[in-house]
């Protein structure tokens, strides 16, 4: 679809979510947002080292990050940034995310008119098109940040044509040693295993020290730790961003097929129908037990461990 075609379908569905008006019309979520490139979305640099430093300027804010069976959101203050194992960590106050800069490729400021106001947003998303990160502002936010964030990261060049290309096989690191799982976390696991033509799920199905557990495990885990108040640390999110939730959660609702934390600075959705295998493993240099969600392509969804509590949650999920 060209520019024009975009704008003029998207006029015919103006209430449609972006990542679903995207997929019904087979183009990737970021040639949505440039396609109206102009006075209220411009184009600017993508580079985390660049643009989350500024981010810090917006004070509270929201941030997004998904992947296509589990969304994120986390209203906080954004950190500073710390080199980590060849990846960022940002740390601030309720947010907190590892991130893989070379995912870092488009990023777009939005400025929505709505009813309620202008919906000011930085998207970014990966070679393809596919989302990244979001980081949207909400009533406290500092609207003149947002304007030197734009002012400073501003592209030369403005375009509403935007060139994607499929994701480049990138480096992922040593080789994934299957007898040393435990010392490495499950996204990465996963990532350097499925470079290697392999996947994890397939791994950890054969260790005779992982549980195999039921799907509606994920939402058992949810409702008994939220019974208990015992405080999770939710882990989830693309290659180029993984977003951590550390805390309580209080309000879990059934929708559908999805699975919902609706607290007030915390939001999960996740897609029950999406989960293909879930484990339970004992990984990590603390013998922290985990619970690891993949989807039908060996993809991670999330990970989920805990604190005081935590143990009596998993003991009693729903064994496969």
Request: net charge negative; glycine share 8%.
């Amino acid at each position: 679809m060209t520019p024009a075609e975009i704008r003029a379908a998207r006029a015919a569905q103006p209430r449609s979510r972006a990542r679903d008006f995207a997929e019904s019309h087979g183009i990737p979520e970021a040639a949505l947002v440039a396609a109206f490139t102009g006075p209220e979305v411009v184009a600017v640099a993508a580079d985390p080292r660049r643009l989350l430093p500024l981010a810090r300027g917006l004070g509270p804010a929201l941030a997004l990050t998904r992947n296509r069976s589990a969304v994120q959101e986390r209203e906080g203050l954004y950190g500073p940034l710390a080199e980590e194992a060849g990846r960022l960590r940002l740390v601030g106050e309720g947010i907190e995310m590892l991130i893989d800069p070379r995912h870092w490729v488009h990023a777009f400021a939005v400025t929505e008119p709505t009813a309620k106001g202008l919906k000011r947003s930085v998207q970014v998303f990966d070679a393809a098109g596919e989302a990244v990160h979001k980081i949207h502002l909400v009533a406290e936010s500092r609207p003149e940040a947002f304007d030197r964030l734009v002012a400073e990261l501003r592209l030369a060049e403005q375009t509403d044509a935007v060139p994607f290309t499929a994701v480049a096989d990138l480096p992922p690191g040593p080789a994934a040693d299957p007898a040393g799982w435990r010392q490495m976390p499950a996204d990465l696991f996963a990532a350097r295993l499925a470079a290697e033509g392999q996947q994890a799920p397939d791994l950890l199905a054969a260790l005779p020290e992982v549980r195999s557990l039921r799907p509606e495990a994920m939402t058992e885990l949810l409702e008994r730790s939220a019974a208990a108040a015992v405080p999770l640390e939710i882990r989830g999110g693309t290659a180029g961003c993984l977003q951590v939730f550390r805390g309580q959660v209080a309000r879990i609702l059934p929708a559908g097929y999805w699975i919902n934390v609706m607290d007030p600075a915390y939001n999960l959705h996740l897609r029950t129908d999406h989960l293909a295998r879930v484990f339970l493993t004992d990984r990590g240099p603390e013998g922290a037990l985990s619970v690891e969600a993949y989807d039908a392509d060996g993809s991670l969804i999330l990970t989920v461990t805990g604190g005081a509590g935590w143990e009596n949650v998993v003991a009693a999920l729903s064994a496969a």
